[in-house]
Structures are given as C-alpha cells and as structure tokens.
C-alpha cells in the first residue's frame, strides 16, 4: 500500500490501521516551543550514537527525556532512570511535550496518555531505522505517540509479523503518528531523509517517540 496517494495537507488524517493512524501537521503549533526545549535537552543529555546487542551502531543519533530513557548497549535494549553517558538522570520532560504527547494521543483515540518516556532520534542525511517492534516498555495498553521535525521521511508500517508488508508514508515536519491497542506490536521503520534540508532544522529529521514505559 502506498500511504502517499493520500495528500499531506494539515489537518488531514490518514488511518494506518484499526487503531493507529498519521495526522498532519498536528504538532506545527508546538514548534517554536519544542526547539529550545530540544536544544536543553541535548545540552544535558548529548546526542549520540548508541551499539545495538548485535554489536552495530545505530545510525540515528539519540537522547532522552522524562523519568526514563531508552538506551542500548551489547547487553540489550532496556529503559533506564539514569544517562549511561553522563551518570545522571535524563532531563525532566518538559510540559510542551506533555502537552503535545497528551493532545495527540487524545485526538487519536487515546484519552488520558501519560508518558513517562520520550526517545529522541536525530537522522542525518544517511541514518534511518530498520523494521522494529517497540515491546522494551513495561505498559504495551499505553499507545506510542511520535512526532517528527525537520526534514521528510518515508515512514514505514508493517504488521505483527516481521515479514508483513510495509506501508509507506512520507511523515513531513510537525507530522504526527500513533499507534495502539490492536497496533501497538506493528512493526515500523523509516528510511533516511530525503528532500531540501528544512529551513529550520537543516539537514535532520528529529523524531520524538513518547511512551509509558514503566
Ligand atoms: C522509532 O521507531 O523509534 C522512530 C521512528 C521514526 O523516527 O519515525
Ligand atoms: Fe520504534
């Protein structure tokens, strides 16, 4: 299926399945707040390339904010109170992103959302991610909001099964995603950016995964 055909206007609404689905432009309103928030976050937690289990090192580059972090190492994928790198606990959560994560779980059918996880990917020009499932979190009732910035990128959603066919949709600056209840196992990826750099971002896309992970 090729999600494209679909038109990006904001406000539009795209069903990727029974209950996930993107809605366009959602998070454009948030933006001028998000960005010095980001640029706090990173001053904190610093952006960097994390080693999968496997022993490659992810392409995107990361940080966290909230009461947990997402991290990987050569001993696994888990969720962690405290920076591995600096030692510390991860940035608070700032209440723009509470905000924004809870307004569009609400707006996609999810009332009530309380992340307690926001993972932060960076994409340069060339770094994308494989298909995966998110399943490291404690609460897999609680959907994943996600929330991209800067440059496009071709959103891949697939099913429950690591073979299903994948979906593809651009997800364009201040596009948002979400996906749970029946969806919230699909597995998904995104290809690397691609088009002009973003006036604003440069040559980046900025994703932001929320989650109740504990
Ligand atoms: C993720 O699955 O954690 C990130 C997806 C994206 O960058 O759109
Ligand atoms: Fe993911």
Same mark, same amino acid.
């Given at each position: 299926?090729?999600?494209?055909?679909?038109?990006?206007?904001?406000?539009?609404? %795209?069903?990727?399945?029974?209950?996930?689905?993107?809605?366009?432009?959602?998070?454009?309103? &948030?933006? +001028?707040?998000?960005? +010095?928030?980001?640029?706090?976050?990173?001053?904190?937690?610093?952006w960097r390339q994390m080693h999968t289990p496997g022993?490659?090192v992810m392409s995107a580059a990361l940080s966290n904010?909230?009461?947990?972090?997402?991290?990987?190492?050569?001993?696994?994928?888990?969720?962690?109170?405290?920076?591995?790198?600096?030692?510390?606990?991860?940035?608070?959560?700032?209440? %723009?992103?509470?905000?924004?994560?809870?307004?569009?779980?609400?707006?996609?059918?999810?009332?009530?959302?309380? +992340?307690?996880?926001?993972?932060?990917?960076?994409?340069?020009?060339q770094a994308r991610m494989s298909l995966h499932q998110?399943?490291?979190?404690?609460?897999?009732?609680?959907? %994943?909001?996600?929330?991209?910035?800067?440059?496009?990128?071709?959103?891949?959603?697939?099913?429950?099964?690591?073979?299903?066919?994948?979906?593809?949709?651009?997800?364009? &600056?201040?596009?948002?995603? %979400?996906?749970?209840?029946?969806?919230?196992?699909?597995? &998904?990826?995104?290809?690397?950016?691609?088009?002009?750099? &973003?006036?604003?971002?440069?040559?980046?896309?900025?994703?932001?995964?929320?989650?109740?992970?504990?």
């Amino acid at each position: 299926m090729n999600l494209e055909l679909f038109g990006a206007q904001d406000g539009a609404r %795209v069903a990727l399945g029974p209950e996930s689905v993107v809605l366009r432009g959602l998070a454009l309103p &948030h933006v +001028p707040a998000l960005l +010095p928030e980001i640029a706090r976050i990173t001053a904190q937690s610093p952006w960097r390339q994390m080693h999968t289990p496997g022993g490659f090192v992810m392409s995107a580059a990361l940080s966290n904010c909230g009461a947990l972090g997402w991290t990987s190492d050569r001993r696994g994928y888990r969720y962690s109170a405290v920076d591995p790198q600096t030692g510390l606990p991860w940035p608070a959560m700032p209440a %723009v992103f509470l905000a924004l994560a809870r307004e569009v779980a609400e707006a996609a059918g999810f009332p009530g959302f309380t +992340p307690d996880a926001c993972l932060i990917n960076r994409y340069g020009p060339q770094a994308r991610m494989s298909l995966h499932q998110d399943r490291n979190e404690r609460d897999l009732c609680a959907p %994943v909001v996600s929330v991209s910035l800067g440059m496009s990128a071709v959103f891949l959603f697939g099913g429950l099964q690591r073979g299903d066919k994948a979906a593809r949709i651009v997800l364009d &600056h201040g596009d948002v995603a %979400v996906w749970g209840g029946r969806d919230r196992l699909r597995f &998904h990826g995104v290809m690397a950016p691609r088009g002009p750099a &973003h006036p604003l971002l440069g040559e980046q896309r900025i994703n932001f995964t929320f989650r109740k992970a504990g």
